[in-house]
Each structure stands twice: as C-alpha cells, then as structure tokens.
C-alpha cells in the first residue's frame, strides 16, 4: 500500500466565520463538497480549536493537550461533553431563531444551564499580543472542566442581546454553517462571500451562459 500524502493526512481548517463564538463552535460540524466533516474530531483537535478561537491561552492548550496523554478518560469525557453542548447549540442556530422554535430555545437553555451549574473556578479578562482582550475560565479541580464555558457564555450574550432572529444558515444549501448577520440592511445570505457567495455568483454565471 502507497503511502498517504501530506495532503491527505493534513487536518480540515477550521473557519471562522460565525460571528460569534458560539456559532463558530456549530460550525465545526463542517461539510466539505456537501459530506460532512467533524473538525474536532479529536480532543486535541478541539484544544486546537479553542486555541485558535482564543478561548484559551497557547500555554494552556499545550498543558492540556499533554494532560490528556495522562488522564485519556478525562479527555474523552471533555470531548463528548463538547459535542453535547454542540448538538444543542445546533438546534438552537438552526431553530432557535423561529416561531417553531421553542423546543429548541428550552433545550438550549437546559444545555446552558446545566453546564453553568457544573462550572467552579475563575473568569478573566486577559490582554492579547494585539492589543485585543479576551475573556477566559479557569477551572477548579478539573483541569478539563470548563472548557465550553466561553462558548456558552457566547451562546448565553446572544440569547440575552436578543440576537436569535439575527442568526442565519448559509444560503449554499451545501454549507450547513450558521452565521450572525451583521450587516445594516439584514439581508446577508452568505457565510463567505469568497468560498460560498463566489459559487453562487459563478453558478449563476454558469446558467446565464
């Protein structure tokens, strides 16, 4: 058997495109050419994502990705913790925002609350190389506990910001991400105007030729 290449062994990107960090989280249920695709498939994987998102700092993402070489049932148990709240999130980006919606909101809400009851440690506000801030949980005791808490406190801003009717799923019916529309007139209907938008225009492009 040939072996692999890079390519082909190399991890799907993760997209930012959501927002909010709560949605980018929905998102990591990605799809690519319409089959889809877990970006975190993996806890380190999602350690990466969170680094990434700035949801935790370089240092800590290492410390815990070696923690998980120590304590691998902690770390699993983190991941599914994670797809839990994700699931949940999902129903809430894609039904939350309607008038059907309201099993959606209530299971949200359950989700949320449920993970901001287990949640004991400490909430900071950092300094970023940039100039930026952001806000970080420190868990107390377990050192996996705690880590969906910046993406439920995000998905908690929303609800309270009353931004559900503004959230919206990309008009590619191949792409299942979620966005928050930010634009002034409210009519944004892309993810990406680069990736889907750009297909959509060279579709169009296709049929009038």
């Not at 929905?26 to 690519?32: E, I, L, Y």
């Not at 839990?84 to 925002?97: D, N």
């Not at 590619?172 to 409210?186: A, E, G, I, K, V």
Request: net charge positive; charged share 30%; proline share 5%.
């Amino acid at each position: 058997m040939a072996p692999s290449s890079p390519a082909a062994e190399r991890p799907p990107a993760f997209v930012f495109v959501g927002g909010r960090l709560w949605l980018d989280f929905v998102n990591t249920d990605d799809a690519r050419l319409g089959t889809r695709v877990d970006t975190i498939a993996s806890f380190d994987r999602f350690v990466d994502w969170l680094a990434e998102a700035r949801a935790v700092d370089p240092d800590r993402a290492v410390a815990l990705q070696r923690r998980a070489l120590e304590q691998p049932s902690g770390a699993a148990a983190a991941l599914v913790e994670a797809r839990r709240v994700r699931a949940a999130l999902r129903a809430l980006a894609e039904r939350g925002r309607t008038d059907q919606g309201e099993r959606a909101r209530e299971g949200a809400l359950a989700e949320i609350n449920r993970v901001l009851g287990r949640s004991v440690g400490t909430r900071r506000v950092e300094a970023l190389p940039d100039g930026g801030y952001v806000r970080s949980f420190v868990p107390v005791g377990d050192v996996f506990g705690g880590l969906v808490i910046p993406v439920v406190e995000s998905a908690v801003d929303s609800l309270v910001h009353g931004e559900l009717l503004r959230i919206h799923k990309c008009a590619d019916r191949r792409c299942p991400r979620h966005f928050f529309d930010d634009s002034r007139s409210r009519t944004r209907r892309w993810c990406d105007m680069r990736e889907c938008g750009n297909r959509a225009k060279a579709a169009r492009h296709r049929r009038r030729g």
